[in-house]
């Protein structure tokens, strides 16, 4: 059963609370740490962006254990009634499309995205069939045909956190059909989104 991972830094800290996919966990983690942000983390699993029921229900529910206008939202548009799902509980959400737009920043992601990239994070490489499979089932043409028809290339994106997923970028690769590529990037912009959500919340 899937579980709501919780990184608690004090008693008072609770009144800001930042609420986020856990996709990006090694690097929100790391960013909250570096800078000293006075908040606490709630990490939803990013395998829920696979259905949007589980995923409303979860993000409420989350949301519904904080005072109203407490907490800051690190996601995208992953749902279609997100900004409402937010709005509701008074959170304020980062500005974004998805966590990779929030990460490589719009310019990049669009340019990317363009040229028929299929992005691929560290997590998503290590729950690759855990995922996929109960959606596609073990059908491998069926797996390659869906993904060349909308993408060219599989671009495994790496940060400063990242630990060695070759391996399991090389898997999803040979899944797919698409070539693989890498890109390496900084956390410079997912700082300074965070760092804007936070200082709108009053949390920084």
Same mark, same amino acid.
């Given at each position: 059963m899937?579980t709501?991972?919780?990184?608690r830094?004090?008693?008072?800290?609770?009144?800001n609370?930042?609420v986020s996919?856990?996709?990006?966990?090694?690097?929100i983690?790391?960013?909250?740490a570096r800078?000293?942000?006075?908040?606490s983390?709630?990490?939803?699993?990013?395998s829920?962006?696979?259905?949007?029921e589980?995923?409303?229900?979860c993000?409420?529910?989350?949301?519904?254990?904080?005072?109203?206008?407490?907490v800051?939202?690190m996601?995208?548009t992953?749902?279609?009634?997100?900004d409402?799902?937010?709005?509701?509980?008074g959170?304020l959400?980062?500005p974004g499309?998805?966590?990779?737009s929030? *990460? +490589?920043? $719009?310019?990049l992601? #669009?340019e990317?995205?363009?040229k028929?990239?299929? @992005? *691929? +994070?560290? $997590?998503?490489?290590? #729950?690759w069939?855990?995922?996929?499979?109960?959606? @596609?089932g073990k059908?491998p043409d069926?797996i390659?045909r869906?993904?060349?028809?909308?993408?060219?290339?599989?671009?495994?994106?790496r940060?400063?956190?990242s630990a060695?997923?070759?391996?399991?970028a090389?898997?999803v690769?040979?899944?797919?059909?698409l070539?693989?590529?890498?890109?390496?990037?900084?956390?410079?912009n997912?700082e300074?989104?965070?760092?804007e959500?936070l200082?709108?919340?009053?949390?920084i």
């Amino acid at each position: 059963m899937e579980t709501i991972e919780a990184t608690r830094l004090s008693r008072q800290d609770e009144q800001n609370t930042l609420v986020s996919c856990s996709i990006l966990k090694k690097e929100i983690s790391c960013l909250v740490a570096r800078n000293h942000w006075p908040v606490s983390i709630k990490f939803l699993p990013s395998s829920l962006h696979t259905s949007f029921e589980k995923l409303q229900h979860c993000l409420e529910s989350t949301l519904e254990r904080f005072p109203p206008d407490t907490v800051s939202v690190m996601f995208g548009t992953c749902h279609p009634l997100m900004d409402s799902i937010v709005e509701k509980r008074g959170a304020l959400r980062t500005p974004g499309q998805n966590c990779v737009s929030i *990460l +490589l920043g $719009e310019q990049l992601f #669009t340019e990317e995205l363009t040229k028929g990239a299929f @992005f *691929l +994070l560290e $997590e998503w490489a290590h #729950t690759w069939d855990e995922v996929t499979v109960p959606i @596609f089932g073990k059908n491998p043409d069926l797996i390659k045909r869906i993904f060349s028809q909308e993408h060219s290339y599989l671009l495994a994106v790496r940060t400063p956190c990242s630990a060695c997923f070759e391996k399991e970028a090389s898997h999803v690769s040979e899944v797919t059909s698409l070539p693989l590529r890498w890109l390496d990037v900084s956390l410079e912009n997912l700082e300074n989104v965070l760092a804007e959500t936070l200082r709108r919340r009053g949390s920084i």
